[in-house]
């Protein structure tokens, strides 16, 4: 069964307007890390707001583990999760009690535990009775990736994991992420504008432009099909390229 599969899905915020998301078709199987890349206002951010169900789309249909988001997303819900660095946690809670409400939602069994090896793995044990809404940005950063393994997902959704991380704690970042998906199986759909953190964890990278996939395939072979040198260079030929 795949991850997620995504037929045709379209979402158009208002009739007179072009779609944000104009006829995305994809399968992305398990125990996979794919990237979705694009430019400000390529219909990322409403790409993954329809796949985690928030968002119903003017027409399509996306299925994740086998469910149907629009009338089964709660059971997918709970073997999925979701980080975004731009989506507070509630400011007054500690990091703890933030994980707690999280734990509680998703009904982790043992979940202090599952809180203390998230902690150790993620370097917050010194700023687990410390308010959110104290914490720096890259602290945030750590905690919310946190919160999006507190249940152990099968497939997870993120948004710039590594931003404003520091280069040093970004790389420990990346190395988590690439021993969690071994280990588990977890599929891993990432949404980046750091192209180097694609190239190292991506198999599979879709290029988005106004809501339209213009482009697909391993970041090497997009790196030699456009004859560039890295995948930066690919993202800014697409970027750049004539409407």
């Known amino acids: 069964m795949p991850a997620l599969e995504v037929e ?3 979402k158009r915020y208002k009739p007179d307007r072009p779609p944000a998301v104009d006829g995305l078709t994809f399968t992305m199987p398990r125990g996979a890390t794919w990237g979705l890349l694009g430019g400000n ?3 990322k951010t409403t790409t993954i707001a329809m ?3 928030l968002l119903k789309p003017t ?5 994740a583990l086998g469910h149907d988001m629009e009338r089964d997303r709660f059971t997918a819900l709970a073997r999925m999760n979701f980080s975004s660095p731009y989506i507070a946690l509630p400011h007054r809670l500690s990091v703890a009690e933030n994980l707690r409400v ?3 939602l998703y009904g982790v069994a043992r979940l202090e535990e599952r809180i203390g090896e998230l902690a150790e793995e993620l370097h917050l044990a010194d700023l687990l009775d410390r308010p ?3 914490l720096s940005a890259g602290q945030k950063t750590r905690v919310a990736l946190a919160k999006s393994l507190i249940n152990r997902p099968e497939l997870l959704l993120l948004d ?4 404003s991380l520091d280069p040093d704690t970004a790389d420990q970042i990346r190395s988590w992420l690439e021993r969690y998906r071994e280990a588990t199986g977890c ?6 504008h750091n192209m180097a953190e694609v190239e190292r964890l991506c198999g599979h990278v879709m290029m988005l432009r106004k809501g339209v996939v213009v482009d697909q395939g391993s970041p090497d072979d997009l790196i030699a099909r456009y004859g560039r040198g890295n995948l930066e260079e690919v993202f800014l030929d697409i970027a750049r390229a004539p409407a």
Not at 59 to 63: E, F, Q, T
Not at 160 to 163: G, L, M, S, V
Request: aromatic share 4%.
């Open 51 to 53: 796949l985690l169900g």
């Open 8 to 10: 045709a899905l379209v």
């Open 102 to 104: 999280y734990g509680h």
């Open 41 to 43: 206002g390529a219909g």
């Open 59 to 63: 027409s399509g249909k996306v299925l």
């Open 160 to 163: 710039e994991p590594t931003a």
């Open 187 to 192: 599929a891993i759909l990432l949404a980046s």
């Open 132 to 134: 959110a809404g104290e």
